[in-house]
């Protein structure tokens, strides 16, 4: 499996390369990727079927510098600033027929591994939510299924999307959580999340959690991670979808 580790981006491009990724590994061009990175300026991202006007107030992200991009994959928003986001891109062979939140558990196996590195015990919310209740556009307002939880408040919400046979899963884990509520429409309900520099009484270097967590996937999948470069073609590929898609309205605001 190929291991980037990629100087941070904004939203847009972050976005786009997650997608040239998962093309290219559809194409058959390059290995199951997972990729560590980071956003500059910060961030929201919408899931895919979220309604950008109705959700997030759009006026605050501009004066704030926040940029808004929308996701393939679907969830709710996600305010992305002091944090380490991975994305894995893999076949769906690899799981044997298993089903979305099979393949969640799987993949959630090595981000469990990598907090363990870290000293945090961490496992998948309980049912559909670990607190009921309305939770409003924001991601951290609750825990999904999905999502991974220490000491019962949620550190890790991920997201997923599955293309021509390929799984593409991307998340979040803050190193300390911002205050996101001034940026939604709604205010829904108060956060039940932690972040790392909480959960373990100090503020970790970002690349100890990268690190970590690309020990915690290789690991779990029991594969050797190579670290790598993104390819002419990939980059290329995502400027295409930067300019042609996730930096513009059409697709940010098309719901």
Request: neutral net charge; hydrophobic residues 40%.
């Amino acid at each position: 499996m190929r291991l980037l580790r990629c100087a941070p981006e904004d939203g847009f491009t972050n976005m786009a390369v997650d997608e040239a990724v998962l093309r290219a590994h559809a194409a058959g061009e390059v290995p199951p990727t997972l990729r560590l990175y980071a956003w500059n300026p910060p961030a929201i991202s919408i899931g895919y079927f979220q309604r950008a006007r109705r959700d997030i107030d759009l006026e605050a992200c501009a004066r704030a510098g926040v940029d808004v991009v929308r996701r393939l994959t679907g969830g709710r928003g996600v305010l992305h600033a002091d944090e380490v986001t991975y994305s894995i891109v893999i076949t769906e062979r690899a799981f044997a027929g298993a089903g979305v939140l099979e393949a969640y558990r799987i993949l959630s196996e090595g981000l469990v591994a990598g907090l363990r590195r870290l000293g945090l015990e961490a496992h998948l919310a309980p049912g559909q939510r670990a607190h009921p209740g309305p939770s409003g556009a924001n991601c951290f307002a609750a825990a999904a299924s999905c999502d991974l939880v220490v000491n019962g408040l949620k550190i890790c919400g991920s997201a997923q999307v599955r293309r021509d046979g390929v799984v593409l899963q991307h998340g979040a884990l803050p190193l300390r959580l911002v205050d996101p509520s001034g940026f939604w429409c709604e205010p829904g309900a108060p956060p039940h999340a932690t972040d790392l520099t909480s959960a373990l009484g100090r503020r970790p270097e970002w690349e100890e959690v990268a690190e970590a967590l690309a020990a915690g996937f290789a690991e779990a999948l029991g594969v050797t991670l190579q670290p790598g470069n993104l390819t002419p073609r990939e980059q290329e590929s995502a400027r295409q979808l930067r300019d042609a898609r996730y930096a513009t309205e059409a697709w940010n605001l098309r719901r």
